[in-house]
């Protein structure tokens, strides 16, 4: 039979802000457990104890790890590059996609200011250009099934510091941790050694970068 402790623990682990702030005494630990009662008497199909909930956070808070601490290497992440009025279009894996990437190329190799990115997942492919490109893409698209279109999309790349190796792990965390506590959805994020890209509605793009800013700061 599954125990208080055991669901306790799987709702912090789940919760990377529940566990920095049980680690970091952010919260009181009866706060904490009154908020998460709820969740465990579901799992149970009974009622229980705040003060039971309390005493398996005190046991779970004393086997926590301190959390990754990577703002020295964000520190020395200076170079920010904002890209507004992009368009996204996302559509399922196509045999066709090495023609689609070529014919695309053909479009920009003469326009200096043209913004464009491919990432191909295991199931879907997507397509991030300035809104200039939009018709052409459109147009090189027309095959293809499925098809969805986001607009009014911004850009925001961190040239992440020569500090960070490739097994330093944190880095995006406190970078997605930031924006989430400010409110701030992130439409899709990509990565190539030492960059990271994130992509967000216009409307939200300056109170993005705002937040990294100040982490970068």
Request: glycine fraction near 2%; charged fraction near 30%; hydrophobic fraction near 45%.
């Given at each position: 039979m599954i125990t208080i402790s055991e669901i306790t623990k799987e709702i912090i682990d789940r919760s990377p802000f529940l566990s920095e702030v049980l680690y970091q005494d952010m919260a009181n630990i009866a706060g904490i457990a009154r908020r998460i009662r709820p969740?465990?008497?579901?799992?149970?199909?009974?009622?229980?104890?705040?003060?039971?909930?309390?005493?398996?956070?005190?046991?779970?808070?004393?086997?926590?790890?301190?959390?990754?601490?990577?703002?020295?290497?964000?520190?020395?992440?200076?170079n920010l590059a904002v890209r507004s009025n992009l368009v996204e279009f996302m559509f399922p894996n196509s045999p066709d996609i090495i023609n689609i990437h070529q014919e695309i190329l053909k479009k920009i190799e003469n326009k200096k200011d043209a913004?464009?990115?491919?990432?191909?997942?295991?199931?879907?492919?997507?397509i991030v250009v300035n809104n200039e490109l939009e018709k052409d893409?459109?147009?090189?698209?027309?095959d293809q099934k499925e098809i969805r279109k986001v607009k009014d999309l911004s850009s925001i790349t961190i040239k992440l510091s020569k500090k960070m190796t490739l097994t330093t792990p944190g880095v995006y965390y406190l970078v997605l941790k930031a924006l989430a506590w400010n409110g701030i959805s992130?439409?899709?994020i990509t990565s190539i050694g030492w960059e990271l890209n994130m992509l967000f509605l216009n409307k939200e793009v300056d109170q993005a970068f705002s937040v990294i800013k100040t982490l970068l700061s």
């Open positions: 969740q465990i008497e579901e799992k149970l199909l009974q009622e229980i104890s705040e003060e039971a909930v309390a005493m398996a956070l005190r046991r779970i808070k004393t086997k926590l790890k301190p959390p990754v601490s990577c703002e020295e290497i964000l520190k020395d992440s200076n913004f464009f990115n491919i990432s191909i997942g295991l199931f879907e492919s997507i893409v459109e147009q090189i698209l027309r992130v439409i899709e």
